[in-house]
């Protein structure tokens, strides 16, 4: 299958990196520079909804590009939500401000899950659209394609919004297997058919966001969520575009997480790269990570953590370095800037 990735972007820093090749410095994006701490970014949001953003061409494009043209980051990140992908086919739920995804009626029985399809290419026209113009936009820097993992999603659907100890979505796991695997089965279908269309559009590299599988075992996630997380990021396995693979408080699931068919894990900023390293053996180019509330502490303690953070990198087969989570609403932009500038600096001497 033919995709339409520029020949820049494949080669770029980042997708090089990804595939543990040689990089003139160490590439530098940041998960949630699309919008979150830019002015512009809330300028052009004002009085339209999260969803309604996520569906709209213009202004995915333009929020996309916003942090590219601020920072001189060394990829893009599409600019949408892990939940689009769920509204596309027909779940009824909103994105409300200050508390994220709210599902109208939670999944919790047979006919709650077999009510949700599959995801076709015509859900999603806008979200080609967007890729397309995106991709013609950025020239030789690439653009990173995104979706919500298969457990994440479970969770947000079966506990109907975010949870702080995912009681139903453990007791559904447990109490009732078949039902849950048929449920992550579909939102893995759902998932790598999202990434698909990015890849398809143009999009040089993706990641695959499990935001809540940290509050899993190994044991959990080995059993009911590694086999869907596999299916999700097998989708575009063909279309050969390094696959990163991220969660939040993952540090004992990297090696599983890079198992699932990764190329690239991502480590959170509660591990350091060299523990990181270590646990998963050296078989995969590693992304992070910097902690978000680093970006709020004196330059002169950022700028040294910053260093350590790149020279951390060095010993991994492929280093890209981001945030060991999402940028803060609150972080002050220019800030952002200077560490994509010292990152570049310290990593090409």
């Known amino acids: 299958m033919t995709t339409s990735q520029t020949p820049a ?9 990804a595939r543990g090749l040689d990089v003139p410095f160490t590439p530098v994006w940041f998960m949630r520079q699309a919008g979150r701490s830019l002015p512009e970014y809330r300028a052009i949001r004002e009085g339209t909804g999260m969803l309604e953003a996520c569906r709209r061409p213009e202004l995915v494009t333009e929020i996309t590009l916003q942090p590219v043209r601020r920072h001189g980051v060394d990829a893009a990140i599409f600019f949408s939500d892990i939940v689009v992908p769920l509204a596309a086919v027909g779940v009824d739920l909103d994105i409300v401000p200050g508390v994220g995804p709210v599902v109208e009626r939670p999944v919790r029985t047979r006919a709650d899950v077999e009510r949700i399809r599959d995801l076709v290419p015509d859900d999603v026209p806008d979200i080609d659209e967007s890729v397309r113009t995106l991709v013609a936009e950025l020239g030789p820097t690439p653009l990173v394609g995104f979706a919500g993992a298969p457990f994440t999603l479970a969770s947000y659907l079966v506990e109907g919004g975010p949870s702080r100890n995912h009681e139903h979505t453990k007791a559904l796991m447990h109490g009732d297997p078949a039902l849950w695997h048929d449920l992550c089965a579909r939102l893995a279908r759902i998932s790598g058919a999202f990434l698909r269309v990015q890849v398809e559009a143009g999009a040089s590299a993706v990641q695959l966001f499990d935001s809540w599988a940290g509050v899993l075992s190994r ?26 693979h991220f969660g939040v408080g993952t540090g004992e699931l990297l090696t599983l997480m890079g198992l699932a068919g990764a190329d690239v894990v991502g480590v959170d900023y509660r591990v350091s790269l060299t523990d990181a390293l270590e646990r998963t053996g050296g078989r995969w180019p590693l992304q992070g990570n910097l902690d978000p509330a680093m970006l709020f502490a004196p330059w002169k303690a950022l700028e040294q953590r910053v260093h350590e953070i790149v020279e951390e990198g060095r010993s991994a087969p492929g280093h890209i370095f981001n945030l060991g989570h999402g940028v803060l609403p609150e972080t002050d932009p220019d800030v952002v800037t200077r560490v994509v500038e010292l990152v570049h600096e310290l990593s090409a001497r």
């Open 9 to 17: 972007a494949v080669d770029s820093p980042l997708v090089r990196a």
């Open 219 to 244: 044991a959990d996630y080995s059993h009911y969520v590694q086999e869907h997380s596999t299916e999700a990021l097998a989708a575009v396995a063909d279309l050969e575009v390094p696959r990163i």
